[in-house]
């Protein structure tokens, strides 16, 4: 990858890209945002990687907007 391959990518794939605007949570998501409830989500995260044997390199990062 060189000096400017992000700029080439992005003027070789203008048509197809678009920049939005993130936005804040909604409030209900925020609201379930708590040390329960995010210590439950990181219980069951590992549970699940222990059960499907998942290795840490095979985990991305990728939000649900796409």
Do not use: M
């Not at 949570?25 to 995010?38: F, G, Q, Y």
């Not at 210590?39 to 990062?61: G, R």
Request: charged share 25%; net charge positive.
């Amino acid at each position: 990858v060189g000096k400017n391959w992000t700029t080439h990518f992005i003027e070789k794939h203008s048509d197809q890209l678009k920049t939005t605007w993130s936005t804040p949570l909604e409030s209900k998501r925020a609201d379930a945002v708590n040390p329960t409830t995010n210590k439950l989500w990181w219980d069951l995260l590992k549970l699940t990687l222990q059960d499907y044997n998942i290795k840490s390199k095979n985990i991305y990062a990728v939000d649900e907007v796409g």
